[in-house]
């Protein structure tokens, strides 16, 4: 199996559930501006919209959209538990795909890391914010994670409020959402993930000639006196 990938990316989320189902897979690392692979294969002829994640499997079946290739890797790897198997709970879960999807990665968090967005667009999104995380908070006041269990679903929703660090967003205002997150970033293959592609998003940003956000460093430099 083939992931393309960008680090730190929504793309984050099929990497945590391929460590959580313990699965080895080839990573292909993408450069969002240029299309193309770090070792300066083009993307576009992978995925027409230049997009990650993609799933390529072993037979060249190619699988976009996060909610698809979660739910493919949920289903491919049974024993991991990644998603419920009642029909009432799959729903759930399908629910919250949607939800991560629609009404916080492209309505709310995209616009707001697009350096290309413009003020109108960045104010349209920021005024969804309220209503988005304080709907989710209310959801996830005294459970653990969105469904019973761990689920992909939760793996997509780490990866898109893992970038809040880099937008007005202080998810602190919530705090079953700030309990949540400090949750799963204990999660072994969420540990993993993050750390792994925080080293690749630093070198991509030494590529690009471009600095470190102040708030990811001070995350990582936090990260690193906590590890001792
Ligand atoms: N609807 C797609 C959205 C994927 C998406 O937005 N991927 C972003 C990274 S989080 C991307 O590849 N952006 C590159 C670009 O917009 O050119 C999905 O759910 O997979």
């Given at each position: 199996m083939k992931i393309y990938f960008s680090p730190l990316a929504c793309s984050l989320a099929t990497r945590i559930a391929l460590y959580d189902a313990g699965v080895d897979a080839t990573f292909v690392e993408v450069d969002g501006p240029s299309k193309r692979t770090v070792d300066g294969a083009a993307f576009l002829p992978v995925h027409g919209l230049g997009l990650v994640p993609v799933l390529e499997t072993d037979d060249g079946r190619r699988i976009t959209e996060n909610a698809a290739v979660l739910q493919y890797i949920a289903s491919a790897y049974p024993r991991a538990a990644l998603a419920p198997k009642d029909a009432a709970s799959i729903t759930e879960l399908q629910s919250w795909l949607s939800f991560v999807g629609t009404e916080l990665h492209k309505a709310v968090y995209f616009p707001l890391l697009?350096?290309?967005?413009s003020a109108e667009v960045r104010a349209y999104s920021l005024s969804k914010v309220d209503t988005r995380l304080g709907w989710l908070a209310s959801q996830l006041e005294g459970r653990d994670f969105l469904l019973e269990t761990f689920s992909v679903a939760d793996a997509y929703l780490f990866a898109v409020l893992n970038w809040s660090v880099v937008?007005?967003?202080?998810?602190?205002?919530w705090p079953a959402i700030d309990r949540y997150m400090a949750r799963l970033r204990e999660r072994p293959s969420i540990a993993r993930a993050v750390a792994e592609e925080m080293q690749l998003y630093m070198r991509e940003l030494a590529r690009r000639g471009e600095a470190l956000p102040a708030a990811v460093a001070s995350r990582v430099s936090q990260a690193s006196s906590a590890n001792g």
């Open positions: 697009d350096k290309h967005a937008t007005p967003i202080v998810l602190s205002r």
